[in-house]
C-alpha cells in the first residue's frame, strides 16, 4: 500500500492542473481500495453546496453539474465534521441523501474524508461500495493522506481561477487570492518575473522559446557537454570504483543518447517552449514513467533521470548567462526569493516581491522592507512555474497575492494604491522634523543596513547614524572571504557616509538562513547551530580580519561601534572582547592611529535576557534582536510560512522579557536600543516606548512611519498602553489593543491598505 501510495502521491504533484490531479486519484483510489466508485466533491461556500468535480463509477456528464446542498447527506456530514465517516450500510443512515442525476444504483458501503487546508474543509473525497461494507483503518488512512495531497491542488486552482472556469464554481469567493506573510507594507501591481534557483529543474518557469534554432542548438551543445564530462568522469572513477558501480554511468550515457530524449525536447521547443522549459517537461514525462514502477530498483532510475536533467541544465545554464527583461512594473517572484536576486532587479523596476518560502522575519523581507518594496513572503500554494508574465497585486499590508485578478478587485486596489501614495506624500512632511514625543521626550532613530546607502537617500539624512549595519552582504555576494583591505573600503564608506553619527558595525552574522556559498555548513537545526560568534569563536582568523578592517576603516572618524550578535553566555563576551583588544594593539604596534571603540552586544538569546545584568556590566551598549529573540522564545522558526501566524513580536511572553531587558539595563546605566524589525512595527514601537527604550533602530522604508508614531504619542499614554498589554493573557487581545490606539490618534493607515 505504501508503495502504491507513493507513487500515487508523485502523479497527482506533477499533474499540470487540477482536473488532472483529480482524475489521477478518482482512478487510483477507486483500485486501490478495490470499490466501485470514487468521487470528489468540490465545496462552495458561496452557493452552500458541493459540487462533483471528477469521478469514476458515475456517469461523466453529470461532472460540474450535479451539486449537494452543503449541509445535507452523508457528505455535508463529513463537511460538519471535518473528519472521516465510514458507513457499512449508508441507506439506513438517518444523513443519507439518494442522488438520480449521477446515474447512481444503491450503494450501501460510504467512506467521506474530508479535504482540508488552513483548517477549512475544501471538499470531500467519496469512495462507495454496492454491497454493505465496513472499510478498514487501513484503507480510511490511504484515503486520508490522499485527499491531503489534493488541498495545495484546489488552493491553485481556486487562486488561478482555473476552478471557476473549469466547475462554474462562484468566481469572486474570497479564496481568490493566495495567502502568505505580510512582509513589507504597502500595495504592487505589477507584471511577474519568476526567479528561480540556478540547476533546479523543478523551478524552471514556464516560458515561450524566443528563437528555436538557436534554442536547440544551445540543447545540442548542452547535451554534447554532459555526454563530454560524463566520458572523462568515467574514465577518472575507473580506476578508483568497481566495475560493477561504473554501470551507473553507462546507463546514464545512454539515456543521454537516447533518441527520445533528445527529439521529444526539441519537438517541444518547435512547438514554442523555451529550451529550459522543454528540458524540464521532457525528463519529468520520463522520470515519471519511472515512477510508476512497482519495482523499487527501476523506481530509482527516476532519480538518474532527474539528475542527468540537472546535469544538462547546468550547462543551459552556464553556457547562456541568465538575461533577463524586466517590465516596468516588476513582481519578483520565486520559490525561495534571495538576497541575491533581489539585487539583480534594477531598482527602479522592482515594485513587488512574492516568495513562497520565508515569513516577515526573513532576510529577504527585511531587505524588501529597507528598499520599501511590498511584499508577501511564505505564499505556500504559489503556483511558481506557472506565473511568470502573469499580471498579480501584492498586498504587503495582508500577505494577499491576487493572480490575474479580476476587473473589480484590480481596480479596488489601484485606488488604495493611490492612498498609500497620499499616505507616502504626508510622511515626506516630516522629514526634518525632530523625532520627539508630545511631551518632549526624545526618541533617536537609527538605520538598519547592510547596503552602503547612496548619499542623499532617506535613511541618511533622516537617521541619527546607523544602529545595525549588518556585515553579512558583502561576504554573500563574494565567491570568498573578503580580505581585510576590500572590507577596509566598504565599512570606509559607510562611516564616511554618517560622520560624525555613530555607525554600529555588527560582526559577522553567518549561520542560520544565511549561508555562504564558499564557505558550506550542513546542519539539520542550522538556527540553533553554528551561527553569529559562534563561528567567530571557532575561527579567530576570520574575526580578527574583519575586526582589524573596521579598526582601520574608523581612523580618525571616531563614529564605530562594534556589535556581536547571538551571545549565550558571559564567557563568550569576554573572550571576543579580549580579542578586539588584541587587534587593537597589534595595529598600533604597527602604527596605525586607531582608536578603541565602544563595544555592544545583541540580546537575541532568551539566555542573555536573563543574563541582563551580567552583560550589562560588561558593556558599553544592549541592543535587543527581537527578530531571534522572538524566534527562540517562541520556538517559531522565523522563516517557516507554516508556523509564521504563531511568530508576532506582540506576544505577552515577549514583551514580559523584552521588560526584564530594559530594566536591566536601566540598574546598571547601559543604553538599551532595540534594532529588530519590531522596531519600525507601529503597534510595537508604541509599547518599546512606553517601556523606555533609549532608542530604536530599523530600515529606512519604516523611518518616517516610526517618526510619525513617536509624534503621535506621549510616554505617558506609551506607559499606560504598556501596562495594558501587560495584563493581557493573549496576543491577539495585545494587537487588538495596539490596533484601536492607533486609530484614535489617526494613524489607523499605517497598519492597513488605504488610510
Ligand atoms: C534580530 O535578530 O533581531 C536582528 C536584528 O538580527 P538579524 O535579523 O540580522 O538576525
Ligand atoms: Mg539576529
Known amino acids: 500500500m505504501l508503495e502504491i501510495l507513493h507513487r500515487i502521491i508523485q ?30 466533491y468540490l465545496t462552495d461556500y458561496e452557493n452552500r453546496r458541493h459540487v462533483l468535480a471528477a469521478t469514476h463509477g458515475l456517469r461523466k456528464e453529470a461532472v460540474g453539474k450535479v451539486s449537494l ?83 495545495g491542488a484546489i488552493t491553485h486552482a481556486q487562486a488561478s481561477g482555473e476552478l471557476s472556469r473549469d466547475l462554474n464554481l462562484t468566481a469572486d469567493t474570497p479564496a481568490r487570492f493566495l495567502r502568505g506573510r505580510p512582509s513589507s507594507s504597502g500595495v504592487a501591481i505589477g507584471s511577474v518575473v519568476v526567479t528561480y534557483r540556478a540547476a533546479d529543474l523543478e523551478a524552471v518557469p514556464d516560458r515561450r522559446a524566443e528563437d528555436a534554432e538557436a534554442e536547440i542548438e544551445q540543447f545540442r551543445a548542452a547535451v554534447a557537454g554532459v555526454e563530454e564530462s560524463l566520458r572523462s568522469l568515467k574514465t577518472r572513477i575507473g580506476k578508483v570504483l568497481p566495475v560493477e558501480e561504473q554501470a551507473l554511468f553507462d546507463a546514464l550515457l545512454l539515456m543521454l543518447g537516447s533518441d527520445s530524449l533528445v527529439s521529444q525536447t526539441i519537438g517541444r521547443i518547435h512547438h514554442g517552449e523555451w529550451v529550459q522549459t522543454a528540458l524540464r517537461n521532457t525528463i519529468e514525462e520520463h522520470a515519471l514513467v519511472f515512477d ?129 501614495r497620499a499616505l507616502f506624500l504626508e510622511l515626506e512632511k516630516l522629514k526634518g522634523e525632530p523625532s520627539e514625543t508630545t511631551d518632549g521626550v526624545q526618541v533617536p532613530l537609527y538605520l538598519n543596513t547592510g547596503l552602503v546607502p547612496d548619499t542623499g537617500t532617506l535613511g541618511t539624512g533622516e537617521s541619527s547614524g546607523v544602529g545595525l549595519y549588518r556585515t553579512e552582504l558583502p561576504f554573500m555576494v563574494r565567491d570568498r572571504f573578503p580580505g581585510e583591505e576590500s572590507q577596509i573600503v566598504n565599512y570606509r564608506l559607510v562611516l564616511e557616509a554618517f560622520a560624525p553619527r555613530p555607525v554600529t558595525l555588527r560582526t559577522l552574522d553567518i549561520g542560520g538562513d544565511k549561508s555562504l556559498p564558499y564557505f558550506p555548513m550542513k546542519e539539520s537545526n542550522p538556527f540553533l547551530g553554528w551561527r553569529g560568534i559562534r563561528v567567530s569563536l571557532d575561527h579567530p582568523e576570520i574575526f580578527l580580519t574583519q575586526i582589524r578592517a573596521m579598526l ?49 552586544v545583541m540580546v537575541e538569546v532568551p539566555a542573555a535576557a536573563f543574563q541582563i545584568d551580567a552583560l550589562a556590566r560588561r558593556v558599553d551598549f544592549l541592543s535587543v534582536g527581537s527578530n531571534d529573540l522572538t524566534q527562540y522564545l517562541l520556538a517559531v522558526d522565523r522563516n517557516n510560512p507554516r ?113
Not at 487546508?117 to 478498514?136: I, S, T
Not at 556589535?563 to 602604527?591: C, F, K, Y
Request: aromatic residues 4%; proline residues 5%.
Open 552 to 600: 582601520r576603516a574608523a581612523v580618525g572618524l571616531y563614529n564605530m561601534q562594534i556589535m556581536l550578535p547571538m551571545v549565550t553566555s558571559v564567557s563568550e563576551v569576554d573572550e571576543l572582547m579580549l580579542l578586539i583588544q588584541r587587534a587593537h594593539d597589534e595595529l598600533e604596534e604597527e602604527g596605525y592611529p586607531v582608536a578603541m571603540p565602544r563595544i555592544g
Open 643 to 755: 508556523v509564521a501566524e504563531l511568530y508576532s513580536e506582540l506576544h505577552p511572553a515577549v514583551l514580559k522579557t523584552l521588560v526584564q531587558i530594559v530594566e536591566g539595563a536601566k540598574r546598571y546605566g547601559c543604553p538599551v536600543s532595540v534594532c529588530g524589525e519590531m522596531a519600525g512595527h507601529p503597534p510595537a514601537t508604541v509599547l518599546l516606548l512606553g517601556m523606555g527604550v533609549d532608542s530604536l533602530s530599523m530600515s529606512a522604508g519604516s523611518l518616517l512611519r516610526v517618526k510619525w508614531v513617536i509624534r503621535s504619542f506621549s510616554r505617558s499614554h506609551a506607559r499606560q498602553l504598556l501596562q495594558a498589554a501587560l495584563r493581557m493573557e493573549d496576543v491577539q487581545q495585545v494587537r487588538r489593543l495596539m490596533e484601536g490606539a492607533l486609530e484614535d490618534v489617526g494613524l489607523g493607515g499605517l497598519v492597513r491598505a488605504g488610510s
Open 69 to 151: 446542498p452543503l449541509h445535507r447527506g452523508l457528505v455535508g456530514l463529513v463537511c460538519e465534521r471535518a473528519e472521516p465517516v465510514s458507513v457499512d450500510d449508508a441507506p439506513s443512515h438517518p444523513r443519507y441523501l439518494f442522488v438520480t442525476e449521477t446515474g447512481e444504483v444503491l450503494y450501501h458501503g460510504f467512506l467521506g474524508v474530508p479535504v482540508i487546508q488552513n483548517r477549512k474543509v475544501l471538499g470531500v473525497l467519496v469512495v462507495r461500495q454496492r454491497k454493505p461494507r465496513q472499510f478498514d483503518d487501513n484503507e480510511i488512512t490511504f484515503v486520508f493522506t490522499l485527499a491531503a495531497q489534493l488541498a
Open 11 to 40: 502523479e497527482v504533484n506533477t499533474a499540470p492542473d487540477l482536473n488532472a490531479a483529480l482524475a489521477v486519484i478518482v482512478k487510483e483510489v477507486k483500485q486501490a481500495v478495490k470499490a466501485d466508485v470514487c468521487s470528489v
Open 292 to 420: 510508476k514502477m512497482d519495482d523499487v530498483y527501476l523506481r530509482e532510475r527516476a532519480s538518474d533521470i532527474r539528475d542527468l536533467g540537472r546535469r544538462i541544465l547546468m550547462h543551459l545554464q552556464t553556457d547562456t548567462p541568465r538575461s533577463v527583461n524586466y517590465p516596468d512594473q516588476t513582481i519578483l517572484v520565486g520559490e525561495d526569493v534571495g538576497a541575491v536576486e533581489l539585487m539583480e532587479v534594477p531598482r527602479e523596476r522592482l515594485v513587488g516581491i512574492i516568495s513562497a518560502a520565508g515569513s516577515g522575519a526573513s532576510h529577504v523581507a527585511i531587505l524588501a522592507r529597507a528598499m520599501g518594496v511590498p511584499a508577501v513572503m511564505g505564499v505556500a500554494d504559489l503556483p511558481v512555474s506557472r506565473m511568470e508574465g502573469r499580471e498579480v497585486i501584492v498586498d504587503g499590508y495582508h500577505g494577499r497575492v491576487y493572480v490575474s485578478p479580476t476587473p473589480s478587485v484590480l481596480s479596488e486596489y489601484k485606488r488604495l494604491e493611490a492612498e498609500d
